[in-house]
């Protein structure tokens, strides 16, 4: 690690002793570290538990001014082994949005260098943390048996482990870990990550493993049975090592069981496919497009807006409630509010009240001034 990783590792660890920290054990959908034959090396964490502990914008959590540090641990490394992704905003750093739902991102596209190990971190409120980096962190010459990894920002903590029962893969230079469960720790701790033991609990004298079992089904070879084993497939479900932490499109649409990204921001090397419901609008940018969600149903959801009863989209107040691409494409979500209006500066429009609506707050207004109620010119 630099000295400028380590300096920052040291200040998180002293914050931390000085603020208790909330530690918050999550489900995880993967954990992949890699190191090839060259001695290139790859680290894929995902999870999309949406209880996930995330950093108030703007707060002493927040990474822009706190970063992120990544802890592994292992059977064999019960001490752990640090990652950082240090404090600073710009590019290559920290960004974030306030847009529902509110995200904090980390770039670097230099990576492994002086900064960060890490290429990629985005967490996205309630929904998906998403690390992309180019260090495994422990060694994986030898099988580990068990992984633990600790997301920590500020005096937050987010921890899972991936043991008995969720590794698929644990040899010539590759860990693999699928679908951990929040319930296979107690706590955050070095022990916990580090344990190769399943948690137990007793009933009635009747002791029960917290893992789940599993049981194999033999299907024919499509996109949707779980693995990649067709020449037309990059993906198919959790089997997606292809797409570097990206998702993958489900059956049944333009995207199936192909590497996709559901927003704007770097692929590293994997082609942007967006992963758009069939009812979105592709918006395109000189160099990116984006899907902007009309309808909210099946593996898909609203990124823009609110998802309303009858399974459509639209934005509240103070939200994106349109987006426009170069090239003259452009598409929009309305506004929930029927007094609202969308204000359309390039290349988003926020939905807003407009002079002489009734107002509580600056935000809700065009104009950015709410005086004696209501929305000034």
């Given at each position: 690690m630099s000295r400028t990783g380590l300096a920052l590792l040291l200040s998180i660890t002293a914050g931390l002793s000085a603020a208790a920290a909330v530690e918050q054990p999550i489900a995880a959908k993967k954990l992949m570290l890699r190191r090839s034959s060259s001695g290139k090396e790859k680290l894929t964490f995902a999870s999309k538990d949406p209880s996930f502990l995330f950093p108030a914008l703007g707060s002493a959590d927040d990474p822009g001014t706190a970063g992120a540090v990544v802890e592994l641990f292992a059977p064999s490394m019960p001490g752990g082994v640090a990652l950082a992704a240090p404090a600073g905003v710009g590019n290559p750093g920290w960004s974030s949005r306030a847009s529902a739902p509110p995200r904090v991102q980390f770039k670097n596209g230099d990576a492994p260098d002086a900064l960060s190990s890490f290429r990629a971190v985005q967490l996205r409120a309630g929904r998906t943390i998403k690390l992309n980096g180019k260090q495994t962190g422990l060694p994986v010459a030898a099988p580990l048996l068990s992984v633990g990894i600790r997301i920590t920002t500020g005096s937050l903590v987010n921890c899972a482990r991936f043991g008995p029962g969720t590794v698929t893969k644990d040899a010539n230079g590759t860990f693999v870990g699928r679908n951990s469960l929040a319930s296979a720790l107690?706590?955050?701790s070095d022990e916990s990550l580090a344990s190769l033991s399943t948690i137990t609990?007793?009933?009635d004298g009747i002791t029960s493993s917290s893992l789940p079992t599993t049981t194999s089904t033999t299907l024919a070879a499509t996109c949707g049975d779980g693995v990649v084993n067709q020449s037309s497939e990059q993906c198919d479900g959790a089997d997606d090592d292809f797409c570097e932490g990206l998702d993958c499109?489900?059956?049944g649409h333009s995207?199936?069981?192909?590497?996709c990204i559901d927003d704007i921001g770097p692929t590293f090397g994997v082609p942007?496919?967006?992963c758009c419901d069939p009812l979105a609008t592709e918006v395109f940018f000189p160099s990116v497009k984006q899907c902007v969600t009309t309808h909210c149903g099946g593996a898909f959801d609203c990124d823009l807006g609110s998802c309303q009863s009858d399974g459509s989209c639209c934005a509240a107040v103070g939200g994106t409630c349109a987006i426009a691409g170069g090239g003259g494409s452009s598409a929009g979500v309305a506004c929930c509010d029927a007094a609202a209006v969308c204000n359309f500066p390039f290349p988003s429009g926020t939905c807003c009240y407009p002079p002489g609506v009734g107002c509580t707050?600056?935000?809700?207004c065009c104009s950015g001034s709410c005086a004696a109620g209501t929305c000034a010119p």
């Open positions: 107690i706590d955050c609990t007793t009933t499109g489900p059956p995207t199936a069981c192909q590497c942007e496919i967006p707050a600056d935000f809700q």
